[in-house]
Each structure stands twice: as C-alpha cells, then as structure tokens.
C-alpha cells in the first residue's frame, strides 16, 4: 500500500523534474512547428512617440555610454523623448548624464534629466515620472545595457497591432562570471520566446522592455520586481507580449557571485509577492497564459521546499530499503556534490568540460534556489520594504 510520505516524494520529484526540464521540452514540443515572426515596417509618418525611461541610481560609469547609444538609435528624433530619473546617486551620475546630453547627437531629441535629491527607491521615482512621460509607448531601459540600432524600429512595428501589450528584448551578457550563469541565462531567453509564441513571455527583460502607456498603473511602494509588475501587469491587463530575439539588449556590467546572489534574493522576494500581485495572469479566461505562469515563474517559490522534501522523502524511504527510492536518493546527493565542486573543478584542466559546464550549472541553480527561499522568507516577513541599491557595480556597503 502506498504511503503518504511516498505520494509526497513522488510528487516533490516530480515538480522538480518538470519545473527544469519537462516544463523546457514541453514548450519546445508546442512551439516546434512556428517560428519567430517579423514586425510590420511602419513608414515615418506614423511611428508612434516612444520614451525612453532610464532609472539611474550610482550608474556614473555607464550613463554617459548609455545616453549616447540611445542617441544612435534609428528612429526620427522629433519622435524620441530620453528621460534619465536620477535617484539620489552619491556618485557623479548626474553629471555625465548632463554631459553627454549636451552634444549634437541629441540634437531635436527630448531629454530631460531628472534629479531627485534623495535615495527613496525606483519605485518612487518611476511613480513619480510616469505622469511626466510624452511617449505613447514606454520603453524602460537600464542604464548599463545598450540597445540594437534598430530596436525602436521594431517596437514601434509590433505596436502597431492593437493587441501587442509588452515587447521584450533578448538579453544577452557581454562578460558571464562563470558558464553556469552563461547557461542559465541562455535557457531563460529560449523559454521566454517560446512562451511569447503561445501567449506572452512571462517576464521581461529590466535591460529593456516596452509597454503602452495607457497600460501603466502605479506600483505600490513596496513593489519589489518592479520589471516584472509593469510589463506583466500590461499583459494581465488583456493583449499579447512578444520576445523579439532582434532586439538586444547588452548587459556591460558583470556581476560578481556574492552580488548575483543579493540581486537573485531580491527576485526570490518578488517571485512570492508577485503570486499576490498579479492575479490576472491566473485568469481560468485564458488559460494559456495561466498554464505558462505556474509552470515557471508561479511555481518558482515553491521550488527550494519541493527540492528539499524530494532529497528527504527519498533518503527516509531508502534508509526504509527501497531500492528505487535508494538510487533517486544516490544520484541527488552526487549532483548535489557536483555542484558543490564547481569552485575546484573550474580550475581543474584535466576535468573534462562537459563535467564542469554540469557543475557550474547545478551550482548556480541550487544557489539560486537558496536565494529564492531567503528572499521568500523576507517577504513572509515583511523585510522587503527598503529603497533600491545598485547590485552590480561594487559598493562598500
């Protein structure tokens, strides 16, 4: 007779397996027979205002960089409107944004730098701009990420069908830490465009995504994974999203690991609110939609307990002398221990490199999963109410 600790084994297993392979292959086996499409060429005279939103906070090394390359960006300028939300930097932000706007590339561009005098969060100060903003489509875009020449020509193409509520980029890192984040980020963008050939990407890309602006509503104060509100907020609003692997969006800014592991607690943290946040993506009126948010980033929370009673369940049931249960036990632990090797087996050259690829991966997986329960618990706890820092550029907090 099956117990109750196997049932739960079973199905600890088998959330597992499906949220990191069998949820990849299904989407694969669903969108094997479509391909990406192409947006519609808009002639001059009817492309749209866009805005380009720029939160800043301690980004003196990469705004100059930033403004510049919007600046080169083809669209018609007298079309384009830059806004730079400087918020509180201590750094001379400020400074080279004012530069760098002062040149002829701006030229019949609307740029406006705003300087708020203290460090309050980005919520506040994207709260505080949106009523300020012109564009009829918002392009938000982080300031140490340059965009594709031609990504506003895009946006503005996908736009003009009425349906379309988000455009994402593709992210792309120009200097990955390790071959476990390179992979992780490889998997997410190949599960993000397929998700848009269903429904919607569920998620968008901070270094640049695009919405309507008769889609925006405030965020409330304590909203952590503001990105992800905003565009997905768009979507459960009614429409479509797309991921426009043309569009890039390049990432100069790497991130060292104690880093990462502070910016993928603060995703932990939203991954939870955002269950209660957004109950529009649970919609039973479209059920794909809903399909595609439990099956990834809905079910995320739930990840690190569903890993862990997984390794527990297994283990007690093979102390009881299950042989199949003894097996699913022995090969957790060895990939567990992979992992945990990662550190030497990067620097170990007679290591084959398929063997390090899978522990670096296992190592930033499980290290994510840990991230993801801390971040959950601070939420649980109501310890997420704080203004934003800069994660990746090195600080001495």
Known sequence: MTSVLEVSTLAALAATVYHHAGYSLLLRALTRKQSAETPPVIVADSLPRISIVIPAYREGAFIAAKIANCAALLYPPEKLEILVLDDGSPDDTSAQAARAADTDALKGVSFRLIRFAENRGKVAVLNEAFPLVTGSIILFSDASALLSIDALQRIAGWFSNPNCALVSSCYKLLSPKNPGEARWWQRQTTTLFRESLLAAPIGAHGAGFAVRKS??????????NDDFLLAMGAIARGGRGVYDPEITALELDPTSEPQDFRRRIRIGTGNLQ??????????????ILAFLFLSGKGSRPLMPLAMLWALIGTGLLARDGSLVFGSIFAMQVAGYALGLLSPVLKRASLCPSPIRRASALIDYLVRGHL????????????????????ISLPSAD
């Open 371 to 390: 991230a993801g329960a801390i971040g959950a618990a601070r939420f649980l706890l109501g310890r997420h109410r704080a203004p934003w820092r800069r």
């Open 215 to 224: 889609a925006l509503r405030p965020l409330p104060p304590d909203s952590v």
């Open 274 to 287: 955002q269950l209660v946040r957004l109950p529009g993506l649970l919609n039973p009126r479209r059920p």
